[in-house]
């Protein structure tokens, strides 16, 4: 628990910190709840380009924390808001904690997150290990992007925390950084909508169920997506004014190709491609097109579009596009040898991974954030609720849905809008040219997204009011305009839509805690020593004495299953043994080190601490009795 936790906060301060920095070196004078995603985009560089510079990743770990001084040195008298930002988000980073703590909580010990879900961990630990140790691996010659197995390596080493505790401490860390990323959308609100819209998103039902089964990487690539929608956002809100205002969109790039390689990309170029051309039909429409155009007033009045003010003087678009594009390409010219051999990945193969692990098609309808169901892979009806409860669910937030899509068009949100047309569209092409595998991955990094666009103009009507009938987090400009107009509007919007904030929360909120509470924790110790007997054993049939716990209270068998991968394998309890091993069983596999055989006629054939591999001096011929743990059957490769 201490390791865990250990990890937790250091990845949650190194983010803060650096992206902070980042973004002040932007120009930027006031705190930015961007900053985590920026912060963890770059950590997950600095890691990865520091891991294998020598010493098994203790330069890693010792660059991190002077990167991190040096920010804070610099952000001291540079950054105005602290204070509001501190009471803003400590309920917020809380809730967060507690939730994806759920999981430890409701199996009683710290562990390897999701097995049973997914095996998946297995090989980034082994993975994490090799690059502790200076060695390669075959995801690494493959290209497969390792940033954030290079934080978990700069954590162990800085920490001296295991392995198993660095990724659950960086698995929980993202659950924290993405609600509170949230809340650059939602700092207008009253505290209470205020917390519970960025829980909502940052936690979203699938985002939380990858969070289950110990999907670190699809998550960090949620949390990047939105937070590139927030940034471009910003770009024309308070940044507007900055030469580098979209450099912070483009390090979130940076990051994303560290965490996903190339397809991370697709997200975020499509984002890209929509805002502009949105922005620039807004800007052909005018201020006064739609329904009070982006300045609308967060209780509805109609406000003129900042950058059409005469008093302000935006930087030259393409000057700051050309900027942010120089950083971005600067920053991934290491990695981009590896992306070009990534394509090859397995994962790519039409022929590929299939289901994965799941059990046919992921409805889309999970996307909208209300789903009663404690594991995201069932069809409605196949768990407690009644299908006809689900469809409900969907058919209420799917109202909401489209009366966010609605507003926010009348209100010029050019990058919510664009970040959603952008996931609707990789999830199309996924859906279409991919597999179920595929596509459940995209309605997972859609689902914050959608999140927010119902939200967001719900939100407006539990907004704060300020001095002067203007309300709360509106920009000088729009609350002058507010002043200038005459009158005082009302600050809270019709009863209906406070309403509809409240119950979306409750029942979205409730799901994702369900899929929590449904998260299965495994060992919480691991070895990749298992993986070195597959040489030896692959064409005979093995059996492995796995104690109790293991395998009843820490689903351990599916890590076995994993390493031991292209052979017949039995795994059984080690109270459970017998006095001989099953007919037709050449191998055997227990833990500790050589001593008196557990059963007769067994030699020491290999030792692999802390496993030892005994074999049959006269194997009994027959039939095996164990199952083939075919490479596809047991998991065919990890998650992008």
Partial sequence: MIGTYAAVLAVCAASLAIGQAAIALCGARRWSWLSPAVGLALLCAVCWGTVRLGGDGVVAAIVVPVVVVLSVVYLRGRVEGVGKALRAGWPVALIALLAASLPFAVEGHFGILGTSFNPDMSQHLLAADRLAHGEGGQLLHQGYPLGPHAIVVALSKGLGVGLVQGFSGLSVAIAILAPLTALAAFINLRPAPRTAGALVVGLAYVVASYFAQGAFKETIQALLVLAFVLALRESTRSWRDLPLRFVPAALLAVGSVYVYSFPGLIWLVATAAIYSLMEFAFSRIGPSGGDGADGESENGASLPRPQDSPSVAAPPVVGSVLLASLAFFVLIAPEIGRMLDFHSFETFDPNGPGLGNLFGQVSPLEALGIWPS???????????????????????????????????????????????????????????????????????????????????????????????????????????????????PAVTGPASGRLAFALFVLAAGACSLLALANAPVGPTSFSPALHDFRPLIVADSTLVLASDELL?????????????????????????????????????????????????????????????????????????????????????????
């Fill in 374 to 488: 404690g594991d995201f892979r069932l069809a409605p009806g196949d768990g407690a609720v009644p299908a006809l409860g689900y469809y409900l669910a969907a058919a209420f937030a799917l109202v909401l849905l489209l009366y966010g899509i609605t507003r926010s068009w009348r209100r010029h949100e050019s990058a919510v809008l664009a970040g959603l047309g952008a996931v609707a569209l990789a999830y199309a092409a996924a859906r279409i040219g991919g597999t179920p595998y595929t596509a459940a991955k995209a309605i997972e990094i859609a689902s914050p997204l959608v999140a927010l666009t119902i939200l967001l103009p719900l939100g407006r009507h539990t907004s704060r009011p300020l001095a002067g009938g203007a309300v709360g987090g509106t920009t000088p400009e729009e609350a002058l305009a507010i002043a200038g107009g005459g009158g005082s």
């Fill in 552 to 640: 009843s209270d820490q689903h351990g068998a599916p890590f076995i299953s994993w390493e031991l991968r292209g052979g017949r394998v039995c795994i059984a309890a080690g109270s459970e043994a017998g006095e001989a091993p099953p007919r037709g069983v050449r191998f055997v596999v227990t833990r500790g080190i050589p001593g008196d055989p557990p059963y007769p006629g067994l030699r020491v054939t290999r030792v692999s601490p802390p496993y030892v591999l005994w074999e049959a001096i006269h194997l009994v011929g027959a039939r095996s009795p164990c199952p083939l743990i075919a490479e596809r059957q047991a998991r065919q490769g990890p998650a992008r």
